[in-house]
């Protein structure tokens, strides 16, 4: 775990991050703030599905007991699939994370290795966005600290309701051209809340 995760606080209703009495800019309000997101198309259905899901793969993941509402099994069982197949070896299950150097935070959906490589993975249940390689390059940077980044894997699982799922890995060769866009939407979003 980065060593600044020890000093981060996190509000789990509002998104929002703290170390002190300094917030920190989340990840996802990087790229709004920014105007990389158009959330014309978030709906609350759409944000109910993911948040559960989210949760009940984290109990899953940590061993818990698991509730979820039936119309919802489908995801899970995909996610037990991709488990089975790809078998990874996760160091990080939705844990707060921070560069408070640049100061942003975020909460990677998991963190750890595929094949032995370092990787970063965002789970969806809707649609993969266009900006899902910016999101996973700043929880790259914030998660997988201090690895070589020619092997920084940037993985989504994209979990279906037909109970299977697929997944979308942006090239290592992108690493470096994602990595400075999301670092000019941060000092955009950063001068904008500054204003």
């Known amino acids: 775990m980065p060593p600044d995760a020890t000093t981060l606080r996190f509000d789990p209703v509002q998104h929002r991050y703290w170390t ?3 917030e920190l800019i989340a990840v996802t309000q990087v790229l709004l703030t920014a105007g990389v997101i158009d959330s014309t198309w978030f709906t ?7 948040a559960r899901v ?6 899953l993941e940590r061993h818990e007991p698991c509730t979820i509402h039936t119309a919802y099994e489908p995801y899970l ?3 037990r699939q991709f488990l089975r197949d790809a078998k990874p070896v996760w160091q990080g299950i ?3 994370v921070a560069d408070l150097a640049l100061g942003y935070a975020g909460r990677p959906d998991r963190w750890g290795t595929l094949q032995r490589d370092p990787v970063v993975v965002e789970i969806k249940t809707g649609a993969v966005p266009p900006w899902a390689p910016l999101q996973l390059v700043a929880y790259a940077r914030l998660a997988l600290d201090g690895k070589s980044a020619i092997r920084r894997r940037r993985l989504v699982v994209q979990l279906l309701p037909t109970g299977r799922y697929t997944t979308r890995e942006y090239p290592v060769i992108n ?3 994602d990595e400075r866009v999301f670092l000019t939407a941060l000092a955009v979003a950063q001068w904008k ?3």
């Open 44 to 50: 609350p259905a759409a944000r109910d599905r993911g």
């Open 175 to 177: 690493f470096g051209r």
């Open 20 to 22: 002190g009495p300094r």
């Open 193 to 195: 809340r500054a204003a």
């Open 77 to 79: 069982e995909g996610y």
């Open 54 to 59: 989210h949760a009940a793969l984290e109990q």
């Open 94 to 96: 939705e844990t707060p």
